[in-house]
């Protein structure tokens, strides 16, 4: 069974960094692409960055570009978002996705990221 | 950057009643088009890939097409749990971008 479990939210203060993890398991984690999506309180989805099964390459959104770094132990099955210079926009709940838009998508539960004063 | 417009951003139908939601692509997206439920508190559930193509324990009332640039998702009998929050997803490149959502309630 395909699991993606996140953790690392919390509340933090504007200015202040945090890091996500996201532990997979019930597939051959090494050989996908993984996503992290957000969705901030009442709105919609917000894809955020993705980085290839080989750490090649990295994609980000413009609004997270130069404050958030996405990476991945393959050996850990692990995926991570490094979150730095947060602002009280970045308040959303943080998902991991692998496969978003094909046959083998599947998202994780989510974390709730709060950024206040 | 490709943009998503999807709409309505409400509906209100009667049960088993047809209910169509389109998104339009701001440029070709070839079949990388994706349809998603969400239900309030859970992660988006995926409905359909590849623009047409039901994804696994979706009921098949469930159903995608494309038109050009626009993309449809239909229900054909509108049933009580289908209630929920759709959003199209562009999967041509990145970066993904997400239509704007569909609240979808019972008349």
């Known amino acids: 069974e395909v699991q993606l479990v996140e953790s690392g939210g919390g509340l933090v203060k504007p200015g202040s960094s945090l890091k996500l993890s996201c532990v997979a398991s019930?597939?051959?984690?090494?050989?996908?692409?993984m996503h992290w999506i957000r969705q901030a309180p009442k709105k919609g989805l917000e894809w955020i960055a993705l980085?290839?099964?080989?750490?090649?390459?990295?994609y980000y959104a413009d609004s997270v570009k130069g404050r958030f770094t996405i990476s991945r132990d393959n050996s850990k099955n692990t995926l991570y978002l490094e979150m730095n210079s947060l602002r009280s926009e970045d308040t959303a709940m943080y998902y991991c996705?692998?496969?978003?838009?094909?046959?083998?998508?599947?998202w994780g539960q989510g974390v709730m990221v709060t950024v206040s004063s | 950057d490709i943009q998503m417009t999807q709409s309505p951003a409400s509906l209100s139908a009667s049960l088993e009643e047809i209910v169509t939601i389109t998104c339009q692509a701001s440029?070709?997206?070839?079949?990388?088009l994706a349809w998603y439920q969400q239900k309030p508190g859970k992660s988006p559930q995926l409905l359909i890939y590849?623009?047409?193509s039901l994804a696994d324990g979706v009921p098949s009332r469930f159903s995608g097409s494309r038109s050009g640039t626009q993309y449809s998702l239909k229900i054909s009998r509108l049933q009580v749990e289908d209630i929920g929050i759709y959003y199209c997803?562009?999967?041509?490149?990145?970066?993904?971008?997400f239509g704007s959502g569909t609240k979808l309630e019972i008349k």
């Open positions: 980085i290839y099964y080989d750490s090649s390459n990295k």
């Open positions: 019930g597939f051959t984690f090494s050989s996908y692409g």
């Open positions: 997803l562009q999967a041509y490149s990145a970066p993904l971008t």
């Open positions: 996705a692998k496969g978003t838009g094909s046959a083998e998508d599947y």
């Open positions: 590849g623009a047409t």
């Open positions: 440029q070709d997206i070839g079949n990388w």
